[in-house]
């Protein structure tokens, strides 16, 4: 540590020597004790102690001079004879460290100087803590002040989606935390800066950076991404002289540095800090965030404007629901063929439409369901298909065209095969009897017998397309149809039992598997029979010898699954959903040597679908095909209704 510096005001030249010897001679600094030398030398903050040697001439106003200018140095006066009252007055009315008498007795003044001095150093040290802590106190109250005004820009930015407005407040709370007498926000936008707010801008500075900003110091800082801090007088934007600058880049994770942040002085020569360009470039972050948002949420009602326009207009009816089934979309068409008004967001489907197919189509929901169809029927005649697919984690969709000229061409058609079916099958029953008489008529040779058999076959292929023909027209319109209470275990069981002959001539075996318990079926008994029939002659039909047919039911809670399984050829997977179609045959060679119309399992479908079940195929080529169907169990007729 350095020896203390002493300073002594004196007019005797003799007080420094014999100073000199008491204390080290270089810490001692003599000076005149006029008014003058003491201006002059005053304020001497490197100064430990003030020794004023007083003279009676100008002690008062050399006293008030170093109350004034050395207020912080420790103060010792030499009287110069035995102290007066006057002069110990003074020492306590002006904060004197000591009084000491000249001529010196050497002792005394050491210890009082040294005395002094250490007194001197504490209170120095003191006052140096003091100085520091008020001055770490006045940094933190800064720094405090600057985070809350970040956290309040932070705030108050995320809460708007107004680009204009959060914009403002940033370049607001950006001025007023630097105290800078101007700030503004430039953009870029197709490689242009352009400037986008401004606080106390000249008008003329603004509406020429309007254009577009030739700032090339903006320009850097958009092209390094980095922030600059200028604290010399230094020509921006159009040619305007500033003292300080501090531009910080706005940075989008996107789309990289996508503007700048800046703050000017062009009168005061206060320079921005450290402290301040980490404020500005949280608040630039801050900018970037609520930016990004804005922009985001642009987009997304863009987006979601488009929809809306696409589903408005589209021609089919569309509804789309959240994931509670709650209205949240609709189409005209929807609005106009469902009576759906405005007030309709937010409702439940099944609380608020009333048509009974859209209903069902909600009320079918399971939850691994992803896709459901159903006809839906209007008041006015008209018939729409409607599919129902459910969107994870969004809700649901249900596009329902307009398919009424469809069903009607589709009734033309079954009309047209029905009337055409009976008014070919007299005749034909007619032409096979003449056939089958003809052997009757007279004796005839092999090759006129193999000609008749020929015949005979063929006309029964028709014969059985025609029946299967007016079958399924019948069904469909819902003629012989009347439904009544039967036992599925009988019709199972003599369905099974009329195949025996036919399961015997193709070397299979039967294996039935029904419970004993009666199985009540709310049905056209002869239908189902048919529909057995028709699935236990296909399991025989496509069987190799040696394999088995099995017949199963097995009940549920409420209903009843019926399985017909063989171990015949099976069917190619890609063949499996086209089979219930009319006419669709297998296109395999081992199915064309068999005889078949392709209508037996659209008969089936129909019959099922007539009974409110659903039936379905599961089957490997080579290995085998399970054809099920599940129909709803009924309570069994009570004993008086049997009677
Ligand atoms: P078909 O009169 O031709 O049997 P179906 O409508 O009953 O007509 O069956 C349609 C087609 O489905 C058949 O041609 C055949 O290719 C296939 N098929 C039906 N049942 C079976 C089965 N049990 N095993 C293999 N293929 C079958």
């Known amino acids: ?30 000076h005149l004790a006029t008014l003058t030398a003491l201006r002059n030398a005053l304020p001497a903050p490197e100064a430990a102690l003030v020794l004023l040697h007083l003279s009676a001439a100008n002690e008062a106003e050399a006293l008030t001079l170093i109350d004034e200018r050395a207020a912080d140095a420790s103060l010792v006066i030499i009287a110069s004879e035995t102290p007066t009252v006057a002069q110990f007055n003074m020492l306590l009315e002006h904060d004197v460290q000591a009084l000491i008498a000249y001529p010196f007795q050497t002792e005394q003044v050491r210890a009082t100087l040294t005395r002094a001095l250490e007194r001197a150093a504490r209170q120095a040290s003191q006052r140096y803590l003091k100085d520091n802590l008020t001055r770490v106190n006045r940094q933190l109250n800064q720094r405090l002040q ?58 003329e500075l603004a509406q020429r950076l309007c254009v577009e900003a030739s700032d090339p110091i903006a320009r850097q800082v958009i092209h390094s991404g980095r922030p600059t801090m200028l ?80 589903l408005e207009h589209a021609a089919e009816a569309i509804l789309v629901t959240d994931l509670d089934n709650r209205l949240w979309l609709w189409s005209d068409s929807a609005a106009e063929n469902f009576a759906i008004k405005p007030d309709a967001r937010g409702q439940k489907v099944v609380d608020y439409i009333e048509n009974i197919g859209v209903r069902e189509l909600f009320a079918r929901l399971g939850k691994d369901q992803t896709l459901i169809h159903n006809e839906v029927d209007l008041e006015d005649g008209r018939v729409f298909n409607a ?39 007299t005749p034909l029953t007619t032409i096979q009897g003449y056939v089958e008489l003809l052997e009757r008529a007279g004796p005839l ?69 029904i419970p004993d318990e009666p199985l009540w079926i709310r049905g056209n008994a002869r239908r189902i029979r048919q529909v057995l029939d028709n699935l236990i002659n296909n399991a025989i039909k496509y069987s190799r010898p040696g394999g088995a ?95």
């Open 445 to 513: 040779n092999e090759v006129q017998r193999d000609f008749i058999s020929k015949a005979l076959h063929s006309l029964n292929h028709i014969t059985d397309l025609i029946s299967d023909l007016l079958d399924i027209g019948r069904i469909e319109a819902g003629y012989d149809l009347e439904m009544c209470p039967f036992c599925i275990n009988d019709v199972i069981q003599r369905s099974v039992d009329a195949h025996a002959v036919l399961v015997e001539q193709a070397e299979l075996f039967t294996v039935l598997d």
């Open 231 to 310: 604290q010399r007088s230094t020509k921006i934007a159009t040619g305007y002289l500033v003292r300080a600058l501090l531009y910080v880049p706005i940075q989008s994770p996107e789309r990289g540095t996508i503007g700048v942040l800046s703050v000017v002085n062009l009168e005061q020569e206060r320079a921005f800090t450290e402290n301040q360009l980490f404020t500005l470039s949280a608040i630039a972050d801050f900018a970037a965030i609520a930016l990004e948002n804005a922009q985001l949420f642009a987009a997304v009602e863009a987006e979601r404007s488009r929809l809306s326009a696409i």
């Open 146 to 203: 600057e985070i809350n005004a970040i956290y309040t820009v932070g705030k108050s930015v995320t809460s708007s989606l107004d680009v204009e407005e959060i914009l403002a407040r940033i370049v607001e709370a950006s001025v007023n935390l630097t105290q800078a007498e101007e700030g503004f926000i430039l953009l870029k936008n197709n490689g242009k800066l352009y400037l986008r707010v401004s606080k106390n801008m000249n008008a």
């Open 549 to 643: 047919v099995k017949v199963t039911a097995q009940p549920g809670t409420d209903y009843v699954i019926v399985s017909i399984e063989d171990q015949g050829i099976g069917i190619p997977l890609e063949e499996q959903p086209k089979l219930f179609e009319r006419f669709y045959r297998v296109h395999t060679p081992e199915v064309e040597d068999i005889y078949g119309t392709g209508l037996g399992l659209s008969i089936v479908k129909s019959v099922i679908e007539k009974h409110k079940g659903r039936v379905w195929v599961r089957s490997y080529p080579g290995k085998g095909s399970t054809f099920a169907f599940i129909l709803s169990l009924c309570p069994p007729p009570s004993e008086d209704a049997n009677a």
């Open 387 to 425: 599919q129902l697919s459910s969107i994870d984690h969004i809700g649901r969709v249900v596009v329902m065209q307009d398919i009424s000229h469809l069903k009607e061409l589709d009734r033309l058609k079954s009309e047209f095969v029905s009337t055409v079916s009976h008014d070919l099958r």
């Open 1 to 30: 540590m350095s020896s203390p510096h002493i300073l002594v005001f004196s007019e005797k030249a003799t007080v420094y020597q014999e100073l000199g010897q008491i204390l080290p001679a270089e810490t001692v600094t003599v």
